[in-house]
């Protein structure tokens, strides 16, 4: 498998920032930020403000506070210099629907934030229309850099179990990876009555509606009984955002509504909604809504714990088996079918570590053995954004301790990392060997810089 070839392109990961920001201690620019070019790779040249827009990019998701951040957002970029030269060379295509979709997403996450085209072009101090060609530069370089480093690394052949036994017998212990404890589980599972709650939800809505048509006003409600937090504090108000960024039902009824009109209900997996439209601007809106969940009664919680506590107890005295138990009883139609078994969603895999599970799901089985099964406890499923209320009994069925990597278990896991630094040094000969034959050079500025690679030291330009 070709996985995780993105090591030393960090850069044409985080493409958004357009703007600069203050500079750090370590790299200085001489009279101010004015921006200039600083470094050229063949026919590539990278800028002052370029540097700076991946900086400050980096500092709003949480890095790049390191004083030598500068230092090495320029490694990376010239590293990525050489691979769109050689994609270019190779003749690469670009697959214009993942550019257009990858652009309208990012692009729609910053007009959400900036309230609007205008918030955004304010924001970047450069018109609406610039921002989007600059980022559509830069979404084609990064799709067109990814396909060369494919070609490169799909070049190499499969590991083989000699050189997974040659790494392990080679590298030292604090070099394999450690395999954290995962667990093999299965669960049956009771909902609620959800049907006679969401008849209680919408009729507290219909209420709720008919006292804003009567001149109540919506966002004093919003703030009483919504029971979205992030927006009942402010009357219901979710500000100018895109369409794109709602669950579908909820942006097609916000849509649809002239400003100043109430929607009928409107369920999503979040719950259920009534919508007021305050503006819409193209395919973006601003809107307040009231949101009610679903609540449920004692008596549903009673009935199922009394059905699971008992299926427990037959499971346990041997008079049915847990897989049979949850092919009759379980409500959970992703685990009914395989008797109960649990697997992650995303990957398919039967083994669940600590951080994948839900913190209700862990405390119910932490302390249990294998086999052993938890008492009925309350959980969420997978969902919506915050899952359903559901009652379940857990069973562990496996759990594998976590241990270091050895040749003999944990294979897998083994020849995935020897793939991963076959593929880096691949890639790192590719930037050494393009690096020496391309001419290069960069501003003294950079002189005091560490690079993760001697090749660019020769390429600074002496003063």
Same mark, same amino acid.
């Given at each position: !498998?070709?996985?995780?070839?993105?090591?030393?392109?960090?850069?044409?990961?985080?493409?958004?920032? &357009?703007?600069?920001?203050?500079? @750090?201690?370590?790299?200085?620019?001489?009279?101010?930020?004015?921006?200039?070019?600083?470094?050229?790779?063949?026919?590539? !040249?990278?800028?002052?403000?370029?540097?700076?827009?991946?900086?400050?990019?980096?500092?709003?998701?949480?890095?790049?506070?390191?004083?030598?951040?500068?230092?090495?957002?320029?490694?990376?970029?010239?590293?990525?210099?050489?691979? &769109? /030269?050689?994609?270019?060379?190779?003749?690469?295509?670009?697959?214009?629907? /993942?550019?257009?979709?990858?652009?309208?997403?990012?692009?729609?996450?910053? +007009?959400?934030?900036?309230?609007?085209?205008?918030?955004?072009?304010?924001? =970047?101090?450069?018109?609406?229309?610039?921002?989007?060609?600059?980022?559509?530069?830069?979404?084609?370089? !990064?799709?067109?850099?990814?396909?060369?480093?494919?070609?490169?690394?799909?070049? &190499?052949?499969?590991?083989?179990?000699?050189?997974?036994?040659?790494?392990?017998?080679?590298?030292?212990?604090?070099?394999?990876?450690?395999?954290?404890?995962?667990?093999?589980?299965?669960?049956?599972?009771?909902?609620?009555?959800?049907?006679?709650?969401?008849?209680?939800?919408?009729? $507290?809505?219909?209420?709720?509606?008919?006292?804003?048509?009567?001149?109540?006003?919506?966002?004093?409600?919003?703030?009483?009984? #919504?029971? %979205?937090?992030?927006?009942?504090?402010?009357?219901?108000?979710?500000?100018?955002?895109?369409?794109?960024?709602?669950?579908?039902?909820?942006?097609?009824?916000?849509?649809?509504?002239?400003?100043?009109?109430? #929607?009928?209900?409107?369920?999503?997996?979040?719950?259920?909604?009534?919508?007021?439209?305050?503006?819409?601007?193209?395919?973006?809106?601003?809107?307040?809504?009231?949101?009610? $969940?679903?609540?449920?009664?004692?008596?549903?919680?009673?009935?199922?714990?009394?059905?699971?506590?008992? &299926?427990?107890?037959?499971?346990?005295?041997?008079?049915?088996?847990? *897989?049979?138990?949850?092919?009759?009883?379980?409500?959970?139609?992703?685990?009914?079918?395989?008797?109960?078994?649990?697997?992650?969603?995303?990957?398919?895999?039967?083994?669940?570590?600590?951080?994948?599970?839900?913190?209700?799901?862990?405390?119910?089985? +932490?302390?249990?053995?294998?086999?052993?099964? *938890?008492?009925?406890?309350?959980?969420?499923?997978?969902?919506?954004?915050?899952?359903?209320?559901?009652? $379940?009994?857990?069973?562990?069925?496996?759990?594998?301790?976590?241990?270091? @990597?050895?040749?003999?278990? %944990?294979?897998?896991?083994?020849?995935?990392?020897?793939?991963?630094? +076959?593929?880096?040094?691949?890639?790192?000969? =590719?930037?050494?060997? +393009?690096?020496? @034959?391309?001419?290069?050079?960069?501003?003294?500025?950079? $002189?005091?810089?560490? =690079?993760?690679?001697?090749?660019?030291?020769?390429?600074?330009?002496?003063?």
């Amino acid at each position: !498998m070709k996985a995780n070839i993105m090591c030393n392109i960090r850069v044409l990961v985080t493409l958004l920032v &357009l703007g600069l920001c203050p500079l @750090a201690r370590a790299q200085k620019y001489p009279d101010g930020i004015i921006d200039k070019t600083v470094a050229v790779v063949g026919n590539e !040249m990278i800028s002052i403000s370029e540097i700076e827009d991946e900086v400050k990019m980096q500092r709003s998701q949480g890095g790049g506070t390191d004083a030598f951040a500068r230092c090495e957002v320029l490694e990376s970029m010239l590293s990525s210099k050489l691979f &769109l /030269m050689q994609a270019r060379i190779d003749s690469l295509k670009i697959n214009e629907d /993942m550019v257009q979709g990858q652009l309208n997403q990012h692009l729609d996450r910053l +007009r959400t934030f900036y309230g609007g085209d205008e918030g955004v072009a304010e924001y =970047f101090g450069k018109p609406y229309y610039k921002i989007r060609q600059d980022l559509r530069k830069q979404i084609e370089d !990064m799709t067109l850099t990814q396909q060369e480093q494919g070609q490169i690394v799909n070049k &190499l052949p499969d590991v083989t179990l000699a050189e997974v036994r040659s790494y392990v017998d080679t590298v030292s212990e604090d070099v394999l990876p450690m395999v954290p404890e995962k667990y093999q589980l299965s669960q049956i599972c009771i909902y609620p009555d959800r049907e006679k709650a969401n008849l209680a939800v919408k009729e $507290k809505l219909i209420s709720l509606r008919e006292r804003i048509l009567n001149g109540e006003k919506f966002s004093t409600l919003a703030r009483i009984y #919504s029971e %979205d937090p992030g927006s009942a504090r402010k009357g219901g108000e979710l500000g100018m955002a895109s369409k794109s960024i709602y669950w579908p039902a909820f942006s097609d009824a916000a849509m649809s509504l002239k400003p100043g009109l109430i #929607s009928q209900i409107v369920e999503t997996p979040d719950g259920f909604h009534i919508i007021e439209v305050l503006e819409k601007k193209g395919d973006m809106f601003n809107a307040r809504h009231i949101l009610i $969940k679903p609540e449920y009664t004692q008596e549903d919680r009673k009935h199922a714990f009394t059905l699971l506590d008992s &299926l427990r107890t037959e499971i346990d005295n041997k008079a049915l088996t847990f *897989s049979l138990a949850a092919r009759f009883y379980s409500q959970d139609p992703s685990t009914v079918t395989n008797g109960g078994q649990m697997a992650d969603p995303n990957t398919g895999s039967s083994y669940f570590e600590i951080d994948q599970l839900k913190p209700q799901d862990y405390a119910a089985i +932490r302390d249990l053995k294998e086999g052993e099964i *938890s008492k009925p406890i309350e959980s969420l499923d997978n969902e919506g954004r915050d899952g359903n209320l559901v009652y $379940k009994i857990i069973r562990v069925d496996k759990i594998l301790p976590a241990h270091l @990597a050895t040749f003999e278990n %944990d294979f897998t896991e083994i020849s995935a990392q020897v793939a991963n630094v +076959r593929q880096q040094e691949v890639l790192d000969a =590719f930037i050494r060997e +393009r690096a020496l @034959a391309t001419k290069i050079v960069i501003d003294p500025i950079f $002189k005091d810089c560490t =690079f993760n690679m001697e090749v660019w030291k020769s390429k600074i330009r002496e003063e």
